[in-house]
C-alpha cells in the first residue's frame, strides 16, 4: 500500500513495492541520470541510497508520461525503407533518449557495443555529422545485448562454411563471423570498421543490392588464414617486435618509405594486431631508420 508521507525515505526495495520499478531498472535510470533526469537520492548511506516519496514519486509520474509521448515519434522513426538516414538525434530519438548525449558516449566509451555510422561528413565548421541507414538500427536493436531487446535470443545460427573448401570462394561477413570467432556479422563488421582487423579493411569484392547497401566479400583463405593466425597468436610482446620487423623491412625495400600502409602489412602479416598497433610499429620504424640514417 502506497503511504502518504511525501518526506519518507524509500529505498529500492520500497520503490519497487509502490510504484513498480525493479530495482535494477532504477539503478539504469540513475546510472543514465544525465539524460534520463532521475533525481540525486536525499540519503546515501553505503550502497544503499534513499529517495523522499514525492521526489522519486514526481520524477517517475513525469517520466513515464514523456515514454507515452515519445512512442508514436519512435515509431515513425523505425518506418520506412532500410537505407534511409537517421540523423544522430533521431537515432537517439528511436531509442528512448532525448539527447545525443548516451549515444556518443556508447561510441567513444564502449568500442563495439553500438555500430559505427553509415555515413560520416564533416560540416564546414569541423564538426562531424554522423548518420546511420535505418537497417543498421534495426539490426542493432534485434540483437542489442542487455536490458531493452525484447525478441528471442534463441535463433538459428547460420552454420559457419567448411574451412576446407574452395579457397577462392567469397565469404559475406555472415559466414566469415564464425569462422572468425564472433558471434554475429554485426560484431564483424564493428571490428572491421574500428580497425581491429585491418586485414580486411579492403575487402576481395564489394557487392550493391538493390536497395544501395553494400556487402563487403572476402576469399576464404583470407579469413582462414587470419582465423588461424589469431589462434595461434603469440605473446603482445613477440607480436610488436614482428610488427616492427615487418614495418622495417617494409620501408627499407619500398621505392618510397612514406608509402607503405598498415593495409598492406596487415594482409601480408595476418594476426599480427589491430591498425593502431600496426600505425605505432610504422611509427616506430620510421624514427629508428631517419636515426641511422
Not at 570498421?193 to 557487392?207: N, S
Not at 595461434?232 to 616492427?244: D, I, K, N, V, W
Amino acid at each position: 500500500m502506497t503511504g502518504t508521507d511525501e518526506n519518507e525515505l524509500l529505498d529500492a526495495k520500497r520503490i519497487h513495492e509502490e510504484f513498480g520499478l525493479s530495482p535494477s531498472r532504477l539503478s539504469e535510470l540513475y546510472r543514465d541520470r544525465g539524460t534520463t533526469g532521475c533525481p540525486e537520492p536525499d540519503e546515501v548511506k553505503g550502497r544503499q541510497r534513499r529517495w523522499k516519496r514525492a521526489r522519486i514519486g514526481s520524477f517517475l509520474v513525469a517520466y513515464r508520461n514523456a515514454k507515452t509521448s515519445q512512442s508514436g515519434v519512435r515509431q515513425s522513426l523505425l518506418e520506412g525503407p532500410r537505407d534511409r538516414l537517421l540523423s544522430t538525434s533521431e537515432v537517439a530519438k528511436a531509442l528512448g533518449h532525448k539527447r545525443t548525449v548516451t549515444l556518443l558516449g556508447w561510441l567513444q566509451d564502449k568500442p563495439g557495443y553500438f555500430p559505427e555510422p553509415d555515413v560520416v561528413e564533416e560540416t564546414e565548421g569541423g564538426r562531424k555529422r554522423r548518420q546511420w541507414q535505418l537497417g543498421t538500427i534495426l539490426d542493432w536493436i534485434s540483437q542489442r545485448p542487455g536490458p531493452g531487446n525484447t525478441e528471442s535470443k534463441t535463433r538459428t545460427q547460420t552454420a559457419a562454411p567448411a574451412e576446407n573448401g574452395d579457397p577462392e570462394d567469397l565469404l559475406d561477413t555472415k559466414q566469415a563471423a564464425p569462422i572468425l570467432g564472433y558471434s554475429s556479422h554485426l560484431e564483424l563488421n564493428r571490428a572491421i570498421a574500428r580497425g581491429i582487423l585491418p586485414e580486411l579493411a579492403d575487402p576481395d569484392e564489394a557487392v550493391r543490392n538493390e536497395r544501395g547497401i553494400t556487402s563487403n566479400r572476402y576469399k576464404r583463405r583470407r579469413v582462414v588464414d587470419l582465423a588461424r593466425a589469431r589462434h595461434e597468436a603469440p605473446s603482445s610482446t613477440e607480436l610488436a617486435q614482428r610488427r616492427l620487423a615487418a614495418a622495417l623491412d617494409a620501408q627499407r625495400t619500398a621505392a618510397d618509405p612514406n608509402l607503405v600502409t598498415v593495409e598492406a602489412l596487415a594482409q601480408a602479416h595476418p594476426g599480427h594486431g589491430s591498425a593502431t598497433a600496426w600505425r605505432k610499429s610504422i611509427d616506430e620504424a620510421r624514427r629508428a631508420l631517419t636515426q641511422a640514417d
